[in-house]
């Protein structure tokens, strides 16, 4: 069973970066692609960005693109999610998972979720 754990999250004003790191351990790690989460008080978990684990296939939340960049390590099965220009609209617990078929966009598509991690975005 693989074991998705993120860290990096935290406490950053508006406009500032944090970069969010999901590293897998566990069986041999091969999957389709990852993607990251994220789930605000109150609300729904949604897609923010994903990438495939070969290629250089990204997809990207509409209010996240030019702001977040999601990209891979996979000698040391990580991926990671650099967030600019953060807005206190970002703020939430964000989750990576393994995208095990169909759409990116929908929760339903991965598995092994991580526990998450919370950044607060202060205005």
């Known amino acids: 069973q693989v074991q998705l754990v993120e860290s990096g999250g935290g406490l950053v004003q508006a406009g500032g970066s944090l970069r969010l790191s999901c590293a897998a351990s566990?069986?041999?790690?091969?999957?389709?692609?990852m993607g990251w989460f994220r789930q605000a008080p109150g609300k729904e978990r949604e897609f923010v960005a994903g990438i495939a684990w070969t290629g250089s296939v990204t997809l990207y939340r509409d209010p996240v693109k030019g702001r977040f960049t999601i990209s891979r390590d996979n000698a040391k099965n990580t991926i990671y999610l650099q967030m600019n220009n953060l807005k206190p609209e970002d703020t939430a617990v964000y989750y990576c998972?393994?995208?095990?078929?169909?759409?990116?966009?929908?929760?339903?598509?991965?598995?092994?979720w991580g526990q998450g991690t919370q950044v607060t975005v202060s205005s």
């Open positions: 998972a393994e995208k095990k078929f169909g759409s990116w966009y929908v929760e339903g598509s991965f598995a092994n």
């Open positions: 566990g069986r041999t790690f091969s999957p389709i692609g």
